[in-house]
């Protein structure tokens, strides 16, 4: 399973951005896809997923800011970042639940980063 990101870049503060992600690869199913971060320094945290019935869940941090979207039977997923701040830079990983024909149970795969840095 191949998870491609992307969207990230240079914002400034106030700013909005949009991340897309598409999953490929011999997939069987996909339970849900989202977004985790990792700042410098920083342990990776979860940002926002979606789940194959559009349930939505966000960090404290980013809700009311950030809005996942998508379609997990098409395994694709985007995040639609408004009102960034400074606090928000990172690095911004996809991940996908699937099932593969070798890996019945769903399993994450990760994505590569993409940098996201607001500017104060």
């Known amino acids: 399973v191949q998870l491609q990101a992307s969207g990230g870049g240079l914002v400034q503060f106030g700013g909005s951005l949009r991340l897309s992600c598409a999953a490929s690869?011999?997939?069987?199913?996909?339970?849900?896809m989202g977004w985790y971060r990792q700042a410098p320094g920083k342990r990776r945290e979860f940002v926002a997923t979606?789940?194959?019935?559009?349930?939505?869940q966000y960090a404290k941090s980013v809700k009311d800011r950030f809005t996942i979207s998508g379609d997990v039977a098409k395994n694709t997923v985007y995040l639609q970042m408004s009102s960034l701040k400074p606090a928000d830079t990172a690095d911004y990983y996809c991940?996908?639940?699937?099932?593969?024909?070798?890996?019945?149970?769903?399993?994450?795969?990760w994505g590569q980063g993409t940098q996201v840095t607001v500017s104060s």
């Open positions: 991940f996908a639940e699937a099932s593969t024909p070798m890996a019945v149970s769903p399993s994450p795969y």
């Open positions: 690869g011999n997939i069987t199913s996909v339970n849900s």
């Open positions: 979606i789940n194959s019935t559009s349930t939505t």
